[in-house]
């Protein structure tokens, strides 16, 4: 479990990254990579699936056809461990890895609370980076949805979210 | 779910990713045409286990790759080929594949045996220096996210095509799928010997199931369009990003070739 300076330090540097930097040459929008991002573009964090996991959420883009699934064991309200597969680009895979490694170990109302955090701190970031975390966010929450459904007895395999904003339809509009 | 395939489908990108790693072109050009005759292998494989009714997919476990020198790099490959050795059967097709890499193993044997075959490896020390280069740090971001975005793209378009050629029952369609699988081989050995000389090499993740059992050919077909149109610009901005006329050059043809990848994905449709 990470502590909360070097998570405070991840979301710095997460943040950062979707936000990227305007590039001189010819003013596209680049993801800022630094040592912390390099190492989850190499070596990918909790990456794959839990089989027979405790809850498991889809964040999807029905525009676009990507998706990204969090599988989570929870133990005594605490995330005992968390993986997701995507059919998205490196953007999601690199706010999946960061992700799931600040919740990891954490509280399920942390999680939460990061994952709004998250939210809120990628506003500003170009449409395509804020798309690509919320298919992350979104699964996360959609799973921790599954897990109260679960408890509340409902008969749930998983749950799955569409995402708000498709990184798509603006794309098509801008274009046009 | 057969482990044979697994294992051989990780240790073809086990030798594959060592050649990129490998600075000596001698060697590197060796173990790369060993990565071909493997994933030949896994093509043969794949097609035996369709007759076999044998099920098979593309899991595979995290690859750790980051080895110190070459030596370190020839002693895990001869492992790794001897424990996939153990597990063929007795079978024409596998007394081939067994008599292949019986050879690696002794290339790679023959190879320790002379220290001068020995160097450090640099693909893995994340200084992000192309060449001696000098780009800008937006422009070494750029080409840093392009490389680890299409090595991912061109690896699952690989098995992809493979997988969609093991099924078709069309010889036509099986001979456009050889000539994808041919283009994209190219264009990863490209990019992942950028990567190795950019000090960020890698192993493509796992490709999501959904992605090559496909249920809808002609969608799959035009999404790989879309996709081979999206990559075509990629190819484009990135040209003009990176202030070096050499690598512009390379995106340039790069992107070339994508639009005639376009014309063989509509021959399928």
Redesign the interface.
Known sequence: MLKKKKKIQYLEKLVKYLKG?V????E?I????N?II?EH????RN??QIDNCGCCGIGYDDKS?EFVIVYMNIEDDTISDIKF???A??DT?VAGSMFTEMVIGDKLANGAKSALFVRDKIKEAPLKQRACTSLVITAFEACMKNYENRALGIDEELHKTKIQESCEIKEEKQHG | MDKIYKNKHELWLKVLFSSFAVKNTSIKGKLYDFSQILFRHLKWISSRNKILNIEYNYDKSNIDIQKKSNFDFFNFLIDEIRKTSSLYQNEELFDRIKNDENYIVFYLQNLLKDNSNDQPIEAFNKKRIYENKVLSKASTDALTLFLFEETYKEYELIMVYSYMQNYTKSIKEYAIYQDLVDESLFHLKSFGNMLAKMGILSIPRVITESIYKVTNINKFINDGIKEEEAAKEECVKLASMVDDIELSKFFEFINFQENYHIELMKKLL
Not at chain 1, 23 to 26: A, F, G, L, P, V
Not at chain 1, 30 to 33: A, G, N, R, W
């Open positions: 930097n590039m001189e040459e010819n596209e680049i993801p800022e990579v040592d390099l573009l190499m070596n990918p990456y794959g056809g597969s995507a059919q680009c490196q895979i």
